[in-house]
């Protein structure tokens, strides 16, 4: 899963994302709202942590601007600044959660975990799709109750296939999915092609139906049969 992490103290921001990025979640940091309000504006996140006061402008700005770009991504303020008033304009400006700094990172871990199923898969850690049973908290996959070799690159493609069910994804926006902003170094997204190819073989090996559909000058996408 990718994140945005908008935090402007230095310590805080690099501990949060060696702790994100240990726990298997591509991890995007910035310090300031101009660079947050850029890379909203071009990248897709599962979940965004914002704090409040930045050297540039505060989080209410970016708060606005997300819903003036009708951006669909979980966000979770991170603040030192606690008070009721703070909390109500935050989630009248759709944050979804508030967590006071200074806060547990297995807390923080916790609470983007549970944002997440809220927002794509119905509060459950447990994916099923037909004969797919995706343990989103172990990261296991099975199918027809017999459990794959999958890596953790593929299960989040995975995820990422069936929480857009029936919608074409551009290998671009996969690549920034599975690498975040690295995908801009790259000099093409063969990767993604190889990633698409090794899920679809494992799971057509197990007795899966072929769900992943090829859209020709497009990407791909996630298609019940």
């Given amino acids: 899963m990718k994140l945005l992490l908008i935090e402007d103290e230095k310590e805080l921001a690099l501990s949060i994302q060696k ?3 240990d ?3 591509v991890c995007e940091w910035v310090d300031n709202a101009k660079a947050a309000i850029d890379k909203i504006s071009i990248y897709d996140y599962d979940s965004i942590l914002l704090d409040l006061m930045l050297p540039d402008g505060n989080g209410f700005e970016i708060l606005k601007e997300l819903k003036d770009q009708n951006k669909a991504e979980g966000i979770i303020i991170i603040s030192a600044k606690e008070t009721l008033e703070t909390r109500i304009e935050g989630f009248n400006l759709g944050a979804d959660d508030y967590l006071t700094k200074p806060f547990h990172l297995s ?3 916790v609470r983007i975990q549970a944002l997440i199923r809220r927002k794509n898969f119905k ?4 994916v099923y799709f037909n004969e797919i049973h995706i343990d989103i908290l172990s990261k296991t996959v099975k199918v027809n109750n017999n459990k794959i ?4 690159k593929e299960i989040d493609l995975l995820l990422y296939l069936i ?5 074409v994804l551009s290998k671009s926006a996969i690549a920034e999915h599975l690498s975040g902003d690295m995908a801009d ?5 063969d990767f993604v092609y190889a990633h698409i190819k090794n899920l679809k073989k494992k799971l057509n090996d197990a007795g899966s139906g072929d769900y992943i559909k090829s859209v020709y000058g497009l990407g791909y996408k996630w298609k019940n049969e």
């Avoid at 509060?123 to 447990?126: F, H, Q, R, T, V």
């Fill in 19 to 21: 702790y994100l990025t």
């Fill in 107 to 109: 807390e923080l871990l």
């Fill in 23 to 25: 726990k298997d979640f």
């Fill in 123 to 126: 509060g459950s850690n447990i």
């Fill in 163 to 167: 929480g857009n069910e029936n919608r």
């Fill in 149 to 152: 070799e999958i890596t953790k």
């Fill in 185 to 189: 170094m790259l000099d093409n997204h």
